[in-house]
């Protein structure tokens, strides 16, 4: 069946340096890639996101482009903040699973130090 | 505004206890999720409903209940069959937009069994 594989954490980082989390994934056909945010206590939030091969998702600096040939989405973003300290999720929908099922990475913590 | 309301955000039961976990949402959305976090695993989906009246088992639906008699509501009950039922609860729904499905979580509820 369809899954994701993202690095474990925890990742630790001081501020302002450049950020990698590697997602892998295995779909029989092609899926839309996501990557969630998850703030301590919290419930995840849609940080960005990619429907087809080539598509580059960005929003608050992070960045992730759909990479079919290495069935990859990385996340990265050039600058971390102190406030970018959170649990990190990459995940599935579609390709060739049910469409609107959420499939997750074990998710990634960072944690940023000033 | 719109959103997912899952209450309560923490939740203490004895053990051999039955309890419901509360998710609404006022959305419109079709589908509403259930996933259970733990600690290095990620989120698996226990159950899922994709219309009124019908659910599906997810990867992990052991001890577990849901029902769907409202489009705005899907109740999860923890039974005591579920052996380990101490985690970290997310309920979400989704909505399909030109083939593409946007998914919006809860902020999650923390049972606790004791």
């Known amino acids: 069946g369809n899954s994701v594989t993202q690095m474990e954490g925890p990742v630790t980082l001081s501020e302002e340096a450049f950020l990698t989390i590697n997602c892998t994934y295995t779909?029989?056909?092609?899926?839309?890639l996501f990557w969630y945010v998850q703030y301590p206590g919290e419930g995840l939030q849609l940080l960005l996101k990619a429907t087809k091969a080539d598509d580059k998702g960005s929003n608050k600096g992070f960045e992730a482009t759909y990479r079919k040939e290495t069935t990859s989405f990385h996340l990265e973003k050039g600058s971390v903040q102190v406030s970018d300290s959170a649990v990190y999720f990459c995940a599935l929908s579609g390709g060739g699973g049910a469409t609107n099922k959420l499939i997750f990475g074990t998710g990634t913590l960072l944690a940023v130090q000033p | 505004d719109g959103g997912i309301t899952q209450s309560p955000k923490y939740l203490f039961r004895k053990e051999g206890q039955n309890v419901t976990l509360s998710c609404e949402q006022n959305l419109n959305h079709d589908a509403m999720y259930w996933y259970r976090q733990d600690p290095g695993q990620g989120l698996r989906l226990i159950y899922y409903?994709?219309?009124?009246?019908?659910?599906q088992k997810g990867d992990i639906a052991e001890g577990y209940s849901v029902s769907r008699e409202k489009k705005e509501s899907f109740p999860l009950t923890v039974t005591s069959a579920q052996k380990n039922p101490t985690a970290f609860y997310l309920c979400?729904?989704?909505?399909?937009?030109?083939?593409?499905?946007?998914?919006?979580f809860g902020s999650g509820t923390r049972l606790t069994v004791v």
């Open positions: 779909a029989t056909g092609y899926p839309s």
């Open positions: 409903s994709q219309i009124v009246n019908d659910f």
């Open positions: 979400a729904s989704s909505i399909e937009v030109d083939g593409n499905y946007g998914y919006t």
